[in-house]
Nanobody
Framework: QVQLVESGGGLVQAGGSLRLSCAAS????????MAWFRQAPGKGREFVAS????GVKDSIEDKFTISRDNAKNTMYLQMNGLKPDDTAVYYC????????????????????WGQGTQVTVSS
């Protein structure tokens, strides 16, 4: 079974940076598109960034840079210039269909999810 575990969240001041990690266990995820979503209290799950098995990337803002290390079966999200509005629980996700491209922003297209890591940006 595929398990995804996020880490790297925490408290950061406005304008600061964080790097989130998502470690996958079980079967390798190298052939699957992966993504980061976030959810603030009282709001729906929002797409942040995605990356395909071949490294094609998509994101809602330039300050979010997604990457993956297939040898480590790990995905990363570098976040720079953070704002209080970026405060949310950040989740990593993996698609169930192999070989899919990165350009899919719907949470329904991702079958596996981590437990989330809290990111809090103070003003």
């Amino acid at each position: 079974q595929v398990q995804l575990v996020e880490s790297g969240g925490g408290l950061v001041q406005a304008g600061g940076s964080l790097r989130l990690s998502c470690a996958a266990s079980g079967r390798t995820s190298s052939n699957y598109a992966m993504a980061w979503f976030r959810q603030a209290p009282g709001k729906g799950r929002e797409f942040v960034a995605s990356i395909s098995s071949s490294g094609v990337k998509d994101s809602i803002e330039d300050k979010f840079t997604i990457s993956r290390d297939n040898a480590k079966n790990t995905m990363y999200l570098q976040m720079n210039g953070l704002k209080p509005d970026d405060t949310a629980v950040y989740y990593c996700a993996r698609r169930a269909v192999s070989g899919a491209v990165a350009f899919n922003r719907s949470p329904y297209e991702y079958a596996y999810w981590g437990q989330g890591t809290q990111v809090t940006v103070s003003s």
